[in-house]
C-alpha cells in the first residue's frame, strides 16, 4: 500500500504482489494495481492512465522538466509530481478506464489476454468494480487496440477515442454545460425599475458586495445604529459586526456541523435577490462552490404563487426544472447524487400560501404530482432530498417563521446592505467615469442624511440615477441636487410598487398607520416597537416593507421587536402623517414647540421633511399615491419660516439660520425663497463649519435673490473648493466677510 501526501515528494514502493497504489492530492483518488501491472497515474483535471503491463518499464515526466526513473525487476517506483501528469505506454494493447463515482478509478474493457494468467487476474479485479461505479472510457477507435500512444506535454496522441458518460469532479457533461450556459444567459443580466422594454444591465456592472453578518444584534446596538447618522453610521457597523461572504455560507460551524439549510434575511430592497441572483450566475460561470455542488436550482417564490394559483398538481422535478431539456438531468442528479445539489428558493416572505399546514407524507416521490405547496414544504423540511442542500432569502418578518420549517443543521445569516466601501463602489460601477463618481460620492457625503440612507441599495441606486439624469442633461449637480425629501418619496413608491405583494389595507390607509405609528415614537422619542404597540396602528406588520421585525431574548422568552429602517425613515413617515392630516391644528402646535422649548432639537428633521413635501413637483408625486395633502399647510410653513428669520437675524443663532436655509432649499419654490432672502438683510454665519451640502443650499438660496447686503462667512471651514462652489453667487453680495 502507497499513500501520497498532498503536498510532500512520497515514494511508492510497489512489491511482487502488492496490489494498491494511493494517491492523495486534491479530491480521494485511488489505483488498483493488479499482478504485472505496475503503475496507473491519474492527471490532476483530466483522466489521463498508464498501464504497465508485464515487463513494461515506466517513464514518468514531470510538466517542470523533472524526470524520475525507478524500475526495478519485480519493484517499481513512482515519482509524482504535483501539479503536472506526461504519460507513457510502452506496449501494445487494447485498455480502457473508468472513473468511480467519488474520484476512484479502475480498469476496464481490456482486452486480447483473456487467455492468459494476466487476464484471469484482471478479470477477477473487474468483476469486483460495481457497473454504476463506471464513469468514462479511454479505448481504440474502431474497437481495436491502443496502439502505442505518444504522450507529450499532457496530451495523448494517437489512434484514442475518448467516451464520456458521467460528469465528476473535474469534468462536465455536455448536458451540464449547456444548462450553465443557458443559466449564464438568463441571469448576466437585470432589469432596473426604470428599465423599458429591452434594456438590460449586466449584473456584473451593478451588484456590489453586501455587508452579510450572522450574529444576531442586541436591542442596544439595534438602538444606536438607528439613531447613528453619516460616516459614523457606516464606521460603528464595520467595527461592531464581523462580515461573513457568501463563499462560507456552507462552511462548518463551531460544532463541526456543516448546516443544510442557510437563511439569508434582509429588508426589503437591500439586495437579497440580486445575491441570489449573482451566486447561481457565479457557480455556472465556475467561479463559486465548484467543490461543492454539482447542480444549483433556482426557485422564485412569486412563480411559485403562479403555479399555486393555477391549481395544477406537478411533480417535484417538474416544479424545480429551470426547462423541459433539462428534467432529465435533473432528475439523474436528484437521484444519483443529492447531496451534491443547492436549492436556491428566493423571496419566502412573498408566499402567498400556507406552507406551513402542509403535512409532510402527501409528497412520496420526485414523480409523483402534488400541489406546489406540499412540493415546497416537503423540500423546506427535507421529508423528500434530505441530503440537498438550501439556501432560502426572505424579510426578516418570516425569518422566525421559516426557521421553524427548515431542516438542521441551520445557518442565519442577514444583509444589513452596503458599507461605506460599498457605497464608493456602486457609484464607481454605476458611473463608470472616475471623475463623475468620485464628484457625485463627494456631493452625497455632504448631505449627512441621504449619504446614511445609501447603505440601503434601492436608495444608492435612486441617487446614482439621479446625478445621472442631471449629467444628461448637462446640468451642474449643484443646480440639479435632488432635495432629500424627493428621494425618499421615490423610495417609498419604488416599495410600493414591487415590494408589496398581499396587503391587508388599501394604501392611504397603510401609509396613514405608519405616519401614526413613527410620529408616537418620535413624541416618546422612541425607535424600538413592541408587537403589541405596532398592532395597534398597522394591521399586518410583516407584511409591510418600511417595518423592520427582529427577535430579542427577555429572559426565558423570546419577544418580537419592530424599527423603522432608520431614525430619518420614521422622521419622514412622520411628516408624511402631519402632511396627510386635515387638521390645520397639529401643524401649527408642532411649528410652536419649535419656538417655545430649545430642546425640541430633535423635531427639526420633521419641519424640514414637511417643506419637502410642500415642494410642488412632490404633492404630485403624492397624490400617485392616493395620498391627501393639507391644504393650508405649506402657508402655514411658508409663514412660520419667514418669522424665523426675521427673529434670529440679529440673535447670533447660526445654526437656526442655516435650518432655515435647508428648509427653504426642499420648499425648493424659487419665487418664494426670493422672498425669504430679502427679509434676510445681512446673512452671518459665525463659529459654524459648513459642509458642501451647506454650501450648495446657500448656494441656490443665494441664487433665488438678485443682492444680498452682506454675507459674513467667519470660522466656517470655508476651503477654497467650497469657495469656488459659492463664487457663481458672491457677486450678488455688496458685502463679502470671511
Known amino acids: 500500500m502507497l499513500h501520497i501526501y498532498r503536498q510532500s515528494i512520497l515514494c511508492i514502493c510497489i ?11 486534491q479530491s480521494i483518488l485511488y489505483i488498483f494495481i493488479l499482478y504485472y501491472v505496475r503503475i496507473l497515474y491519474i492527471y490532476r483535471q483530466s483522466i489521463l492512465c498508464i498501464f504497465i503491463l508485464y515487463y513494461v518499464r515506466i517513464l514518468y515526466i514531470c510538466r517542470q522538466s523533472i524526470l524520475y526513473i525507478f524500475i526495478l525487476y519485480y519493484v517499481r517506483i513512482l515519482y509524482i509530481y504535483r501539479q503536472s501528469v506526461l504519460l507513457e505506454l510502452e506496449k501494445s494493447t487494447s485498455a480502457s478506464i473508468s472513473v468511480l463515482s467519488g474520484h476512484c478509478l479502475c480498469y476496464s474493457n481490456i482486452s486480447s489476454i483473456d487467455n492468459t494468467a494476466y487476464g484471469r487476474h484482471v478479470g477477477a479485479f473487474l468483476a469486483s468494480v460495481p457497473s454504476e461505479a463506471l464513469a468514462a472510457t479511454i479505448s481504440a477507435q474502431g474497437g481495436g487496440h491502443v496502439v502505442a500512444p505518444n504522450v507529450s506535454q499532457s496530451t495523448i496522441q494517437g489512434n484514442i477515442t475518448t467516451i464520456s458518460h458521467h460528469h465528476h469532479y473535474h469534468s462536465q457533461t455536455p448536458m451540464i454545460s449547456q444548462l450553465k450556459e443557458w443559466i449564464c444567459s438568463q441571469h448576466e443580466t437585470v432589469q432596473e425599475y426604470n428599465s423599458l422594454p429591452g434594456e438590460d444591465v449586466l449584473l456584473t456592472d451593478r451588484y456590489t458586495q453586501l455587508l452579510i453578518v450572522e450574529k444576531h444584534r442586541q436591542q442596544e446596538e439595534r438602538e444606536k445604529e438607528i439613531r447613528i447618522r453619516g460616516p459614523s453610521f457606516f464606521g460603528a457597523r464595520t467595527m461592531e459586526y464581523k462580515s461573513t461572504t457568501v463563499e462560507q455560507f456552507f462552511r462548518p460551524n463551531d460544532r463541526g456541523d456543516v448546516p443544510k439549510a442557510v437563511i439569508l434575511q434582509g429588508n426589503s430592497g437591500h439586495g437579497k435577490s ?7 450566475l457565479d457557480w455556472a460561470s465556475g467561479s463559486l462552490y465548484q467543490d461543492q455542488f454539482e447542480l444549483i436550482l433556482h426557485l422564485r417564490c412569486n412563480e411559485l404563487n403562479h403555479m399555486f394559483k393555477e391549481g395544477a398538481k406537478k411533480s417535484v422535478v417538474d416544479v424545480v426544472s429551470c426547462s423541459e431539456k433539462c428534467t432529465p438531468l435533473v432528475l439523474k442528479n436528484l437521484k444519483d447524487s443529492p447531496q451534491k445539489v443547492l436549492f436556491i428558493i428566493d423571496g419566502f416572505d412573498e408566499l402567498q400560501f400556507p406552507v406551513s399546514e402542509i403535512h409532510k407524507s402527501s409528497v412520496k416521490d420526485l414523480s409523483t404530482p402534488a400541489p406546489v405547496e406540499a412540493i415546497l414544504s416537503a423540500l423546506l423540511k427535507g421529508s423528500v432530498l434530505s441530503e440537498c442542500f438550501l439556501l432560502v432569502s426572505t424579510r426578516p418578518t418570516a425569518s422566525d417563521k421559516l426557521s421553524k420549517l427548515l431542516k438542521r443543521p441551520q445557518r442565519c445569516t442577514e444583509i444589513l446592505g452596503f458599507s461605506e466601501e460599498g457605497v464608493r463602489q456602486y457609484f464607481k460601477r454605476f458611473c463608470k467615469d472616475e471623475q463623475v463618481w468620485n464628484k457625485a460620492l463627494s456631493s452625497l457625503k455632504a448631505n449627512e442624511t441621504l449619504f446614511t440612507s445609501c447603505f440601503i441599495p434601492v436608495i444608492c441606486w435612486i441617487v446614482c440615477t439621479v446625478f445621472k439624469e442631471q449629467l444628461q442633461k448637462n446640468v451642474e449637480m449643484t443646480d440639479g441636487l435632488e432635495t432629500t425629501t424627493s428621494i425618499f418619496v421615490h423610495f417609498v413608491s419604488i416599495l410600493l410598487k414591487h415590494h408589496c405583494q398581499g396587503l391587508g389595507q388599501p394604501l392611504p390607509d397603510l401609509l396613514r398607520s405608519l405616519g401614526q405609528l413613527a410620529e408616537r415614537g418620535i413624541r416618546e422619542q422612541q425607535v424600538l416597537f413592541e408587537k403589541e404597540s405596532v398592532l395597534s396602528t398597522v394591521s399586518d406588520p410583516a407584511s409591510v416593507p418600511f417595518l423592520c421585525k427582529f427577535l430579542l431574548k427577555e429572559r426565558v422568552e423570546m419577544k418580537e421587536m419592530f424599527s423603522f429602517m432608520h431614525l430619518s425613515f420614521q422622521e419622514f413617515f412622520t411628516a408624511l402623517h402631519y402632511t396627510s392630516d386635515q387638521d390645520e391644528e397639529r401643524v401649527k402646535e408642532l411649528l410652536r414647540s419649535i419656538e417655545q422649548h430649545e430642546d425640541r432639537a430633535h423635531l427639526l428633521p420633521i419641519i424640514q421633511f414637511l417643506f419637502g413635501l410642500s415642494n410642488v413637483k412632490v404633492m404630485q408625486d403624492l397624490r400617485k399615491l392616493k395620498l391627501k395633502h393639507n391644504p393650508s399647510m405649506q402657508a402655514q410653513l411658508k409663514e412660520w419660516v419667514i418669522k424665523l428669520i426675521e427673529n434670529n437675524e440679529d440673535s447670533g443663532k447660526s445654526d437656526m439660520m442655516l435650518f432655515a436655509l435647508h428648509c427653504l432649499y426642499e420648499l425648493h419654490e424659487e419665487e418664494f425663497v426670493r422672498r425669504a432672502m430679502e427679509a434676510w438683510g445681512v446673512m452671518t454665519f459665525d463659529s459654524i463649519p459648513l459642509t458642501r451640502t451647506d454650501c450648495w443650499v446657500l ?27 459659492l463664487q457663481p453667487a458672491l457677486s450678488r453680495c455688496q458685502e463679502l466677510r470671511r
Request: charged share 20%; glycine share 0%; aromatic share 12%.
Open 699 to 725: 448656494l441656490y438660496c443665494l441664487q433665488c435673490c438678485p443682492t444680498i447686503r452682506s454675507l459674513q462667512l467667519t470660522d466656517c471651514n470655508i476651503t477654497a473648493e467650497k469657495l469656488r462652489m
Open 15 to 25: 512489491l511482487y504482489y502488492v496490489r494498491i497504489l494511493y494517491i492523495c492530492r
Open 274 to 280: 440580486f445575491t441570489t441572483q449573482k451566486i447561481i
